[in-house]
């Protein structure tokens, strides 16, 4: 296990699937952190706008907006899962091979 | 529907009306009365509890190891999980009380839903793979890896103990009042029932049953809401803007159900809502424990993809839900009549949503009467009780493992302990906190224990969460960083949320609150940050260093999964 670790350490395609998955996790974080904090912060300081009506007719820019935030949440955790799932998970299982 | 109107009182359905910081569990406000016995309702909830105790039944002969025990042997696929997480985490006061607080509100709703909704995508990025790859049963297995096992062990149990207990009373006493208000039965029979049901699943089933119970309650809950969000959006050709349009005209806030209300009155309680929902969820113990019933951090991943999609779904639904309950109970019937409602309004005037019979919770409950008649109407009423079932089950479990694998088999027998015995002490614990809970529950009856769910999500975000993301992100933290960060974190939070106006003002009875904010998420939760960060870099001890040193270890299993524990055999 110890030498398997080490061989794992030295392996660069380690390096390149921590820094590629890291950074893929660390954006998506901050895009769900933007979104959601951006609508919390429309419902503190943009209370107007998020009730202002879409056309003539009374639903409200709040309702799409709202609905947005929630289903973007849901794409991305596709996103996330489709591309670790996949090409994260490939280079995973190359790294452990090479490591026994 | 006569007779059901006079069985209620007008301080009954005044109870209903919500207070905002207690939206968390808004289904358990108030004093209700009992209710004419519900048949339909009990023989759709006596058909539930046989089938999850056949369930039960099979998930005993099993459940043998330890393994099977608190993660259902590790078998249980993503799509599976995904169901389970959503089933765990969907509780009653989620699905009553958002649809309450939009027939209430409307708007204002959605910002809880959101809120809810929002912490998965941060646990699948964050967390998912690397409590899958590091962990065994319980989420302090993560976060004392490579620490000193008593300190952290017993400061993770406390953690997940507190929010366990707290989210436990707060479902209990909303078990009780909904069981007596659905069902026609007495609260105390209602409590004994749920807390021997959930005895019974959790010490024979242990995981797999508590996993099999949230599933089905999972299911039942999706296509039921489906159905009354179906029925009511078909009432106006399935156009939105056409259902916003009479909601607008029947609710006495007319536009203002369209915009954000007071339910958020200042930016520092909003961000600090915020973030104790979002960093609540991901430092919830019932919810993480769920990641060790997958078989590797693919299976890890999927379930919250798929749990992140049904949760998402059913706020959708119980948004519809709320505006369905605002067109359908505060507008006259065929008959001009206003069946819902304790006073029709004065000729002209609109219909006051407050004079609701049995409160606003009631909201989703009679809209489910009004689509669907007595048999839907039974249909949710067990679909609600099953859903409490669930919640308790998963809870029980989490804070049983909190005791028997946190506590006794790695603080006090030092992991000596025989897994014959640590599941031994498992389900003892299981029975004692079942039979807690129904006096917690019997002692709280009259008690607004609305803002507990509120103190189990700060609890969780302050104190598991800080803990659990540090050990897993950060070499340089040590045992002693952990130990100040979460308890502080949760000394914090549980003082500064009594000194706040709901406990020390709304509760306790006091002219006015020490500390302004209804929620201390925004100050607890960086404390408990910069309380690790800050003991961590001026630990300078051998431990300590050994500590660091142990991380690279850590992080190369957290990222391959090397090591990690596979599904058993079975």
């Known amino acids: 296990m110890k030498e398997n670790a080490q061989r794992i350490l030295a392996n660069p395609k380690f390096q390149e699937l921590v820094q590629k998955r890291s950074a893929f996790a660390w954006t998506l974080s901050v895009a769900m952190l933007v979104i959601y904090f951006g609508f919390i912060l429309l419902v503190a300081f943009g209370k107007g706008f998020l009730g202002t009506p879409i056309g003539s007719g009374v639903t409200t820019w709040g309702i799409p907006v709202g609905l947005f935030t929630i289903i973007s949440a849901f794409i991305l955790t596709g996103i996330y899962v489709q591309r670790a799932n996949g090409e994260f998970d490939e280079l995973n299982r190359q790294i452990m091979e090479e490591s026994k | 529907m006569r007779s059901l109107v006079t069985r209620f009182s007008a301080a009954a359905a005044a109870a209903g009306a919500l207070v905002p910081a207690s939206v968390y569990a808004a289904a358990v406000e108030g004093a209700v009365q009992k209710q004419a016995t519900n048949i339909e309702a009990i023989v759709m909830f006596m058909i539930f509890v046989l089938a999850t105790l056949g369930i039960t039944f099979w998930a005993a002969r099993r459940t043998k190891s330890a393994k099977d025990f608190y993660a259902a042997g590790g078998g249980i696929t993503g799509f599976q999980n995904g169901l389970a997480i959503a089933g765990d985490y969907m509780s009653a006061a989620s699905f009553l009380g958002i649809a309450g607080l939009v027939y209430m509100s409307g708007f204002d709703g959605l910002i809880f839903s959101v809120g809810w909704l929002v912490g998965w995508p941060i646990i699948l990025f964050l967390i998912a793979e690397r409590l899958r790859n590091l962990g065994k049963y319980t989420f302090a297995d993560v976060a004392s890896y490579r620490f000193q096992q008593t300190p952290i062990r017993t400061l993770a149990a406390c953690g997940s ?47 797999l049953a508590t996993t099999w119970v949230q599933i089905i309650k999972a299911v039942l809950l999706l296509s039921g809401a489906s159905f009354m969000a179906f029925a ?6 399935f156009s939105p803007e056409a259902m916003f349009s009479k909601a607008v005209s029947v609710h006495p806030k007319a536009t203002a159900i369209m915009a954000p209300g007071a339910l958020i009155s200042d930016p520092i309680s909003a961000i600090s809502l915020g973030m104790a929902l979002m960093f609540g969820t991901a430092g919830l113990p019932h919810i993480l424990m769920r990641f060790f019933t997958v078989s590797d951090a693919k299976e890890a991943r999927k379930s919250v993809f798929y749990a992140t999609g049904f949760i998402g779904y059913f706020y959708i639904l119980t948004f519809i839900i709320g505006f369905g309950a605002i067109v359908l109970l505060l507008a006259p019937d065929a008959t001009g009549a206003y069946p819902f409602l304790t006073t029709a309004p004065a000729a002209g005037a609109l219909a006051n949503p407050a004079t609701i019979i049995g409160g606003s919770n009631m909201a989703a409950i009679h809209t489910a009467h009004a689509v669907g008649g007595n048999l839907f109407y039974g249909f949710i009423s067990a679909v609600a009780f099953a859903t409490i079932l669930a919640v308790v089950a998963g809870l029980t479990l989490a804070g049983a493992s909190a005791v028997s694998h946190d506590l006794y088999a790695s603080v006090i027998a030092k992991g000596r302990a025989s897994e014959r015995d640590e599941i031994r002490v498992s389900k003892i614990t299981t029975v004692i906190i079942g039979i807690v809970s129904i006096f917690l529950g019997i002692a709280f009856e009259n008690q607004n224990v609305a803002f507990m769910v509120g103190l189990a999500f700060v609890i969780a975000a302050s104190a598991n969460f800080p803990i659990l993301l540090m050990s897993m992100f950060w070499g340089k933290m040590t045992t002693r960083g952990a130990v100040m960060g979460g308890w502080l974190g949760l000394i914090s939070s549980v003082t500064l949320l009594v000194l706040g106006p709901t406990v020390w003002k709304s509760v306790l009875g006091n002219p006015a609150a020490i500390f302004p904010y209804d929620n201390p998420g925004a100050f607890t939760i960086p404390l408990s940050f910069i309380a690790i960060w800050f003991f961590s870099i001026t630990d300078n001890s051998q431990t300590a260093q050994d500590e660091r040193r142990s991380f690279e270890a850590q992080y190369i299993r957290s990222q391959t999964g090397l090591g990690a524990e596979g599904a058993s055999a079975h």
Not at chain 2, 168 to 184: E, H, N, P, R, S
Not at chain 2, 202 to 207: L, R
Not at chain 2, 232 to 237: H, I
């Open chain 2, 161 to 207: 103990l507190a929010t366990v207990t707290f989210y436990l009373i707060a479902q209990m006493v909303g078990a009780g009042k909904l069981i007596q208000l659905l069902f026609g039965m007495d609260y105390l029979w209602a409590v004994v029932i749920v807390g021997v049901l959930m005895i019974a699943y959790v010490t024979f089933g242990g995981m």
């Open chain 2, 232 to 237: 009511v959006l078909a009432k106006f050709g």
